[in-house]
């Protein structure tokens, strides 16, 4: 297992919806930031969390906020956009989500 940890932004409000076994799964994007050669440069993750035992925290999570997540890093997929391009996914399952001292 590869663990890896985030600090970023939440690029969207959590979503949460249920496997047809009715298990439950919230996602959101979030971005980190880093600077490279002088530039900035924004990664986007796909993030997961399994189950309720990260709902206490989920409900004040919002589009913007500031957290930091502990996880399973997923093998990275490469698609196409719709301009032609190659980009990258970048997934991981959430084991644990802290609020992020550096936020607002």
Same mark, same amino acid.
């Given at each position: 297992?590869?663990? #890896? %940890?985030?600090?970023?932004? &939440?690029?969207?409000?959590? *979503?949460? @919806? /249920? ?7 919230? +996602? /959101?994007?979030?971005?980190?930031? +880093? ?5 900035? $440069?924004? %990664?986007?993750? @796909? =993030? %997961?969390?399994?189950? $309720? @035992? &990260?709902?206490?925290? =989920? ?5 913007? +906020?500031? #957290? =930091?997540?502990?996880? $399973?890093?997923?093998?990275? *997929? #490469? ?6 391009? +190659?980009?990258?996914?970048? *997934?991981? %399952?959430? $084991? #644990? &989500?802290?609020?992020?001292? /550096?936020?607002?």
């Amino acid at each position: 297992m590869n663990n #890896i %940890t985030l600090a970023g932004r &939440l690029g969207t409000d959590p *979503e949460v @919806r /249920f496997t047809p076994s009715g298990q439950k799964v919230t +996602s /959101f994007s979030m971005a980190t930031n +880093s600077r490279k050669g002088g530039k900035d $440069e924004t %990664t986007w993750w @796909r =993030i %997961t969390v399994w189950g $309720e @035992r &990260l709902d206490k925290m =989920i409900q004040y999570l919002k589009k913007g +906020s500031a #957290i =930091i997540v502990v996880g $399973e890093l997923h093998k990275p *997929e #490469i698609y196409t956009d719709r301009n032609g391009n +190659s980009q990258v996914s970048m *997934e991981v %399952t959430a $084991e #644990i &989500l802290k609020f992020s001292p /550096f936020g607002k």
